[in-house]
């Protein structure tokens, strides 16, 4: 196709995704430099018969004004990526020097906004993204072996914890597991404590949302692996079968080879969708005792007195890094295939 | 797998059919019992006292004198103006699907009949923004947005939305566009067609299978989300899913939380009948960026 055609045929959706997600990038990143501006005081003198008083308030009018002339805040240079809520480098600094052990050191860092939702982001996405695949490949594997007339049904059932939005997905389970639903009420039952809930204990909350992912994402590596499973050639298994092979060598030396590309294409994706985790927060109430990334920018930007419009941006900006370490693997070697294929 | 050679047995064939009931009652009760829960008032869905009201519908009997209500429901429909979110939401979702489509299908087929190096290095760039979280996207937005005056309005969340949709339907639509093949367009151009006639007249026509795919996750994406529609419009233009949320902030009220359970079921019985009619098209688009590509 030359080159002229290319470009017309391409505009409008090279055109729709450089203006809402190129730009936002680079918005994000001219945001994160510029911090919302200190309110303008000033001094107030009050005069009653019994004397003078002098008082400090805000100027509203001046305050505005400023705010008006330049929306965008103060310039802040790495102000806001350096401070308390973001990489906290002085306070890292001082736990350092004031810390006796290691491990009270690791307990304060990891307590400070920024690192405890990086952690908890890691932890999901370190558990939820190998037992997604293991759980998807089971199924695949298991539904592959059913007969052929009912795996229509059985496909859409399986389906249905990936279709439905996170929120929604977390709510139905949150309404079972909470205390007063059905599962919740008979763990503090079975477990004889009528304290047991989801939201008093850290750990569990984490368990919970951990297994909500897992949930939730199993029926798509499912789906891809069944079709995967699909395309396995026969003459190789049914070689196997009379050379005495078990079936999970089967499994082992010619299923799972067949299908590696797609595995590690799941791996991504999941691995990509983990690290974004924010819904299920909102949907299990847990603000509390589990924060992720993606969550600290939503808290900064509905936060209701003013919009933490640089702080947002800063967590954005660290967010996109993190997504472009997890990629840069990827990116390389389709790179390097790239440049032999030429 | 149902090799002729391979006999399975007794043993694994009842470990497997227990795994299967098992994982679709994982997969499937919850829904069920929303459902299920949703037709109880709320001291029967979220009991106290004892879980098994919920089946038995004590306190439903007690305050309503049926078994079932569907107060819930005509509560959060009218009061809870339900109605208005899934109005906006049926325009946000038509409009998005329409248009991503629309953007999509010219994109995808000039890529897939490029030979050139920038297809390739476009599909890449596609793939990193796919990657990118939709909040730090939104928190790009909102700035600009407040600034141009353009904050809260349908319109702007269906630009977004369309936008944030593209990589993922251009990836989806060129491996469809890859299987068609070439010597189709070529003999048309050969007879005098422009590339555009081409497409409009050749292509399309086979094409349909995966527009329908592409139209589907455009439904899905839009339909379903959260991020973008819940920063990006006011209460007022609120589609289904930010809706819901706001129905739990306000748990004071007694009716709340069953609204919500009734939105939950409204907003997701569409949903499920929609993919129980084209599941083939779901797995086939699921599959076909892994598969083929």
Known sequence: ?342 | MEYGLDKRSNALKIFNTTFIIVWLLVACFPFIWTFWGSFKVRADFFSRADWWYAITAFNTLLETGGKFTTNAYSQAWTEGEFWKASRNTVIVTFFVVTISLFLGTLGAYALSRSTRNYAFWILIAALIFRAMPHITLVSGYLFPFFQLQIWGILPTTIVVLVAINQPFTLWLLYSFFKTVPKELDESALIDGCSYFQAFRHIIMPVMWPGVITAGLFSLMLAYNDFTVTALLLNQENHTMVPKIQSYLGTNQHEGNLMWAVSAVVSATAPLFMLVMFFQRQVISGLTAGAVKG
């Open chain 1, 1 to 342: 196709m030359p080159n002229k055609t290319f470009f017309w045929f391409f505009l409008p959706t090279g055109l729709a995704m450089i203006l809402f997600i190129g730009l936002p990038i680079i918005s994000t990143g001219i945001q994160s430099f510029y911090a919302q501006h200190d309110q303008v005081v000033k001094e107030v003198k009050k005069c009653d018969p019994f004397g003078c008083t002098v008082s400090i308030v805000v100027d509203q009018e001046k305050t505005s004004k400023i705010r008006d002339e330049k929306p965008l805040g103060k310039f802040n240079g790495f102000g806001t990526y350096i401070d308390r809520n973001h990489l906290a480098v002085d306070e890292i600094g001082k736990f350092w020097n004031e810390t006796n052990s290691f491990g009270e050191f690791v307990d304060q860092v990891t307590n400070l906004p920024f690192y405890k939702a990086l952690i908890f982001t890691l932890t999901y996405c370190l558990f939820v993204t190998p037992n997604v695949l293991l759980l998807g490949f089971i199924i695949a594997l298991s539904l592959n072996a059913v007969t052929r007339r009912i795996r229509g049904p059985l496909i859409f059932g399986t389906i249905l914890p990936m279709i439905v939005t996170p929120l929604v997905g977390s709510l139905v389970l949150f309404w079972m597991i909470d205390a007063e639903g059905i599962i919740g009420a008979n763990l503090q039952m079975l477990m004889d404590d009528p304290y047991l809930s989801l939201k008093s204990s850290k750990t569990l909350t984490w368990i919970t949302i951990i297994i909500y992912g897992i949930w939730h994402h199993s029926p798509f590596a499912f789906v891809v692996f069944y079709a995967a499973l699909q395309t396995v050639p026969q003459e190789p298994v049914e070689a196997a079968i009379i050379d005495g092979a078990s079936r999970w060598q089967r499994v082992r030396h010619i299923v799972l080879p067949h299908i590696y590309p797609v595995v590690t294409f799941v791996a991504l994706i999941s691995l990509m969708d983990n690290f974004r985790v924010f819904e299920p927060i909102i949907g299990f109430s847990a603000e509390g005792s589990a924060q992720s990334l993606s969550w600290l920018i939503y808290d900064n930007l509905v936060n209701e007195e003013v919009i933490l419009f640089g702080s947002a941006a800063a967590t954005s900006m660290m967010t996109i890094v993190g997504i472009a370490i997890l990629l840069a693997p990827v990116l390389i070697r389709t790179w390097k295939e790239f440049r032999t294929a030429r």
